[in-house]
């Protein structure tokens, strides 16, 4: 089984940082990496597929980049609705897929 | 609109079941593949079951083999997830979600879950 591990587990940053979230596969996984973003009591919603295509309506402070197994998601400039938890997922080992722990990001 | 609506949830005994349902709405269902995915409380989140588009073909996490099983009706626009033999690690929030096969496999739409708590 493909583990994905995301680092940090949490981070504070304040408005306006660039944060970086970094998504490692337990082997390589060529770009079939996405990323999540999750809000409390919400569900997630898809910010990012095949590693760096942005997904519809997601504003473009957000980008994701990397191929085999290393990955990174990218918020140029933190906004106040960014502060969620964001999670990776690995879709190379079709029908299976996993997820990273997640990545708690926190207002300093 | 895409929408995807779970129900079904709730409180049950350990060794119980459940049936969870998504009725779903606002694309052609019978086009896509459709997950559960699941998070326990303050967690994170687990794929547990995957149906292709017809329903010839699922799979399912080691942690739910055996004792979940995932069916839709393309007709009436429902994905399933039967939950046997319920146990107290099983107790989360369930998420229905559609799987965009065709670019590098994506989960673009969510429902809001539903809860499944697996207590004496």
């Known amino acids: 089984d493909i583990q994905m591990t995301q680092s940090p587990s949490s981070l504070s940053a304040s408005v306006g940082d660039r944060v970086t979230i970094t998504c490692r596969a337990s082997?390589?996984?060529?770009?079939?990496l996405n990323w999540y973003q999750q809000k409390p009591g919400k569900a997630p919603k898809l910010l990012i597929y095949?590693?760096?295509a942005l997904q519809s309506g997601v504003p473009s402070r957000f980008s994701g980049s990397g191929s085999g197994t290393d990955f990174t998601l990218t918020i140029s400039s933190l906004q106040p609705e960014d502060f969620a938890t964001y999670y990776c997922?690995?879709?190379?080992?079709?029908?299976?897929?996993?997820f990273g722990q997640g990545t708690k990001v926190e207002i300093k | 609109e895409v929408q995807l609506a779970e129900s079904g949830g709730g409180l049950v005994q350990p060794g119980g079941s459940l049936r969870l349902s998504c009725a779903a709405s606002?694309?052609?269902?019978?086009?896509?593949?459709m997950e559960w995915v699941r998070q326990t409380p303050g967690k994170g989140l687990v794929w547990i079951s995957h149906?292709?588009?017809?329903?010839?073909?699922?799979s399912y996490a080691d942690s739910v083999k055996g004792r979940f099983t995932i069916s839709r009706d393309n007709a009436k626009n429902t994905l399933y997830l039967q939950m046997n033999s319920l146990r107290a690690e099983d107790t989360a929030v369930y998420f229905c979600?559609?799987?965009?096969?065709?670019?590098?496999?994506?989960?673009?739409?969510w429902g809001q879950g539903t809860l499944v708590t697996v207590s004496s």
């Open positions: 997922q690995q879709t190379y080992t079709i029908p299976t897929w996993t």
């Open positions: 979600v559609r799987a965009n096969w065709e670019s590098f496999t994506h989960f673009d739409f």
């Open positions: 149906i292709n588009n017809d329903g010839s073909s699922s």
């Open positions: 082997q390589s996984i060529s770009s079939y």
């Open positions: 606002g694309f052609t269902f019978s086009s896509y593949w």
């Open positions: 095949a590693a760096s």
